[in-house]
C-alpha cells in the first residue's frame, strides 16, 4: 500500500497506508457444523438441549453455558418466533450481506429457551416492536450459512 | 492478603480525534513520563510492566511489541492485556500481591483513528453465527438499548441526559476530547447511527494512552504523600451469543460488583462511594451499569438520572471527568477510569474535583453490550 508523508496541523508525519493479508479458515465444529448443514439440506433450525437446566439453545452449541455440561440432545424448534429487541442500523460498514438500513433482531424462537440473533425482511419499519411475531424466510440456494435465513418477516 | 497494592502515581495523554504526529511508542510515553517525573522513579527501578493494547488496532499481530523501552521492559519482564485496561490495573496489582514484585508500571495504549471501528468489531463476533451478519458494537448496542429501555421504561430523554451530563463534565477535565454545551434536544435531533441510538450517544473515535505505578502499601508510603490503595478488584465474563443473553441485564457486572464490594467491605455503596468513574461507550450504558454497581435497583437509573444525584454536587457524581463519551479509547478507557478516581482521592482532579473524596469506583468493559465487567474501589 502506499506510503505517503502527510501534513498535520503544519507538521510533516510520515504515514503508512497499510493492510495485513492474512486469509484464514475456521471451523464451526462438529455441532456448528450441523446446525448449518441442517439450514442447508433440510431448511431446518437445529437446537440443543441441556439435560441439566431442560432448556433448549438455538443455535445448537456443543456446550451449556450455565451448567458447562456436554450436550447431545438435538432439538427440532420452530421457524416461527418472538422478536425480543431490534435496531435499524443506518451506519454502512463493507461487511454488511446487504444495504442498509438493516434491521437486526434476536429472536425466540417457539421451542427454543434463548434468542437467534438475524435481520428482519419484508417489514415495515413502522410496525417494528417488540412481542411481534415473526418466521425465518430461507434462500433458494443454500450453502450451510447462517445466511441461509434470508431474514425473519412478520407473521400476518 | 497480607499486604494491599497501591497506586503512587497515574498519567492521561490528552484525548484526541487524531495523534498522527506520534507513534504508539511516543504516546504511550507520554503517559509514562508523567509518573516518573511525579516519583522521581526512573524505568530501570520497575520490577515488571504491564500493557494494554490490541493487535487489531495497532494493525501488527503483536501490538507490544514496539513499547519495551518507554515501560522499561527491555530485558525486563511484560505482559500484555488485550481486554481492557482496567484487566491491565488488575493484573499489575497481582503481581504485587503474589509477592514477587514490588514495583510495576502499567500502561494502556490505543489509536483509533488508525484503523476501521466497525470492521475490528464484526471480526470480533464468531465467524459462522454473527459476524456474517455485518454487526458491529453499536448495532448490537443498540439492540441492547432497546431491550432494556423497553423492560424498564427508559427514555431516550434519560439516555439523553447522561451525554448531556458528561459532556458538560468535561469542559472542566483538560485531558477530555469532548467538552460540549449540549442540551437534551441536541442529542435527540442528532443522526440515528442503530435506532436507538444516535450519534451523540456514542464515543468518538479517540487516540490516548494512560499509565499508573503500582507497588505495595509499604513502599507506597515511601514513593508519595497520598498513596492510594486497592481496597476491591473483580472481573466477569458471561456468554458471547448475544441471544443466550437478557440484554436488559448485566450479571456479569453484578457479579463483579458483589466481589468487590465484599474485598472492600462496602455494604452501601450509595453512602460509601464518593465518586464513581464508570465505561460508557454509548449514553443508557451508564444507566445500565449503575443499576449493575448496586446504585440504584433494576430500573430505577431513569429515575437517578432524573433526580441529579449522579451530577458534580450531587450525592453520587458519576463520571466527573466527562465519561468514555466524551473520548477515550478502547483499551485506555478503563485505566483512564482507575486513574481519575485516584485524581479524585489525591485531590488533584482539578476544577472537575468532588469535594473531600475517600472511596472511589472505577470500571472498565470489553466487548459487544459489555459482555466483560472490571469493577475496582480505590481508598486513600
Known sequence: ?????????????????????????????????????????KKKIMGMRCPTCNRVYVPARSVCKDCFGQLDEWVEVSDKGTLLTYTVCNQPNPVQPVEPPIVYGIIQLDGADNGIVHMLGEVDLEQLRIGMRVQAVFKEKREASILDIKYFKPLA | MAER?????????????????????????????????????????????????????????????NIQRVVGAHLNDEDKVCEDGINAVYAGMARILSGHHKLVIVVAHTKESQAEKSLIENAAFDPALLRQLGLDFVSAAAMQARRYMYKYGITPEQCAKVVVKNHGNAKKNPLAQAPLDITVEDVLSSKILSSPIRLLDAKPISDGACAMIITTEER?????????????????????????????????????????????????????????????????????????????????????????????????????????????????????????????????????????????????????????????????
Open chain 2, 5 to 65: 497494592a497501591a497506586i503512587v502515581a497515574v498519567g492521561q495523554t490528552k484525548y484526541q480525534p487524531n495523534r498522527a504526529d506520534a507513534s504508539e511508542e511516543e504516546l504511550a510515553y507520554e503517559a509514562v513520563k508523567q509518573c516518573l517525573e511525579a516519583t522521581g522513579l526512573s524505568l530501570s527501578e520497575f520490577d515488571a510492566a504491564v500493557s494494554c493494547s490490541q493487535d487489531f488496532w495497532d494493525g501488527r499481530t503483536i501490538s507490544n511489541m
Open chain 1, 1 to 41: 500500500m502506499a506510503t505517503v508523508t502527510e501534513k498535520l496541523e503544519g507538521m510533516d508525519v510520515w504515514i503508512y497506508h497499510g493492510r495485513i493479508y492474512i486469509p484464514n479458515t475456521y471451523a464451526a465444529g462438529a455441532v456448528g457444523s450441523q446446525f448449518l448443514i441442517a439450514l442447508r439440506d
Open chain 2, 220 to 380: 507506597a508510603k515511601k514513593l508519595t504523600k497520598k498513596p492510594v490503595l486497592i481496597l476491591g478488584a473483580s472481573n466477569c465474563y458471561e456468554t458471547h451469543y448475544l441471544g443466550d443473553r437478557d440484554l436488559a441485564e448485566c450479571e456479569a457486572l453484578v457479579k463483579a460488583t458483589s466481589t468487590a464490594y465484599s474485598m472492600a467491605g462496602i455494604r452501601n455503596p450509595i453512602k460509601e462511594i464518593d465518586v464513581a468513574e464508570v465505561s460508557e461507550e454509548y449514553s443508557y450504558q451508564e444507566l445500565m451499569w449503575m443499576e449493575g454497581l448496586g446504585f440504584c435497583s433494576k430500573g430505577e437509573a431513569g429515575k437517578l438520572i432524573d433526580s441529579g444525584m449522579t451530577k458534580m454536587g450531587g450525592k453520587l457524581p458519576v463520571n466527573p471527568s466527562g465519561g468514555v463519551i466524551s473520548g477515550n479509547p478502547i483499551c485506555v478507557a478503563g485505566m483512564a477510569r482507575v486513574a481519575e478516581a485516584v485524581l479524585q482521592l489525591r485531590g488533584e482532579a482539578g476544577d472537575h474535583q468532588v469535594k473531600n473524596a475517600r472511596v472511589a469506583l472505577a470500571h472498565g468493559i470489553t466487548g459487544a453490550c459489555g459482555q466483560h465487567h472490571g469493577v475496582m474501589i480505590l481508598g486513600r
